[in-house]
């Protein structure tokens, strides 16, 4: 199914996807649910633009009224932009900054969240999809990190210039070295192990964890 990237702005629709969010993944605190699907619908909003820009070097316009989501089963899949933004990486920065501040704004009153905190989610999403999509097109995972450290400023130029934005440029893209991979450092947690059907197990990823204990658990899922 698809549906305009606007639903995630609309409180009636958002409350809505709160009651999926509890079918899907069990009863859980309204916050938490909400994060859950912001990880979700984050990755795959940024995507949409970031992925043609690095395959390219021509982004795809972010913007909410551009943007198609992807859903099945009340999961996001994928989202695809209607529209051609070009190859400015201030207009790509500026472009997500409005598309990301506004839907965070709506999640926060639909579930509670603080918004630092879904912004910090966001940021993950950028990094993680500039990491996989350099990686995608041959480039070493250098490209990636320059990508994201070069998006980062031009976002925290615009985040200037957007009212109200609780984005200022930090948290942002932030990366280790797991044996010879790049990965992300992740900043955010999406508090999925907070729902019933994680049973309290964290992402191997998680920032709520010891360094050691990431980099061991890391290491695991790369070997295998």
Same mark, same amino acid.
Do not use: K
């Given at each position: 199914?698809?549906?305009?990237?606007?639903?995630?702005? !609309? #409180? =009636?629709? @958002?409350?809505?996807? *709160?009651? %999926? &969010?509890?079918?899907?993944?069990?009863? /859980?605190?309204? +916050?938490?649910?909400?994060?859950?699907?912001?990880?979700?619908?984050?990755?795959?909003?940024?995507?949409?633009?970031?992925?043609?820009?690095?395959?390219?070097?021509?982004?795809?316009?972010?913007?909410?009224?551009?943007?198609?989501?992807?859903?099945?089963?009340?999961?996001?899949?994928?989202?695809?932009?209607?529209?051609?933004?070009?190859? !400015? #990486? =201030?207009? @790509?920065?500026?472009? *997500?900054? %409005? &598309?990301?501040?506004?839907?965070?704004? /709506?999640?926060? +009153?639909?579930?509670?969240?603080?918004?630092?905190?879904?912004?910090?989610?966001?940021?993950?999403?950028?990094?993680?999809?500039?990491?996989?999509?350099?990686?995608?097109?041959?480039?070493?995972?250098?490209?990636?990190?320059?990508?994201?450290?070069?998006?980062?400023?031009?976002?925290?130029?615009?985040?200037?210039?957007?009212?109200?934005?609780?984005?200022?440029?930090?948290?942002?893209?932030?990366?280790?070295?797991?044996?010879?991979?790049?990965?992300?450092?992740?900043?955010?947690?999406?508090?999925?192990?907070?729902?019933?059907?994680?049973?309290?197990?964290?992402?191997?990823?998680?920032?709520?964890?010891?360094?050691?204990?990431?980099?061991?658990?890391?290491?695991?899922?790369?070997?295998?």
């Amino acid at each position: 199914m698809g549906v305009p990237a606007t639903v995630l702005t !609309d #409180p =009636a629709w @958002l409350a809505e996807d *709160l009651r %999926r &969010a509890r079918t899907l993944y069990g009863p /859980a605190p309204r +916050a938490v649910l909400g994060t859950v699907r912001w990880y979700s619908a984050s990755s795959v909003l940024v995507a949409a633009a970031l992925e043609p820009w690095v395959h390219t070097g021509l982004a795809r316009d972010p913007a909410l009224d551009a943007v198609r989501l992807d859903l099945a089963d009340g999961r996001f899949l994928d989202a695809s932009s209607t529209r051609g933004l070009g190859p !400015d #990486p =201030a207009d @790509l920065g500026a472009a *997500l900054v %409005r &598309a990301v501040d506004a839907a965070v704004t /709506a999640f926060a +009153a639909a579930c509670g969240a603080r918004e630092r905190a879904l912004w910090a989610v966001a940021v993950d999403s950028i990094a993680n999809r500039l990491l996989w999509a350099a990686s995608a097109t041959g480039a070493d995972h250098v490209e990636g990190v320059r990508l994201a450290g070069e998006l980062a400023e031009h976002m925290a130029r615009a985040a200037h210039d957007v009212p109200g934005c609780r984005w200022r440029g930090s948290p942002r893209p932030r990366f280790t070295t797991v044996g010879d991979r790049v990965i992300v450092r992740r900043v955010s947690c999406c508090l999925i192990y907070e729902t019933p059907t994680a049973g309290e197990v964290t992402c191997v990823s998680c920032p709520r964890q010891t360094p050691a204990e990431r980099e061991r658990r890391v290491r695991g899922q790369l070997r295998g």
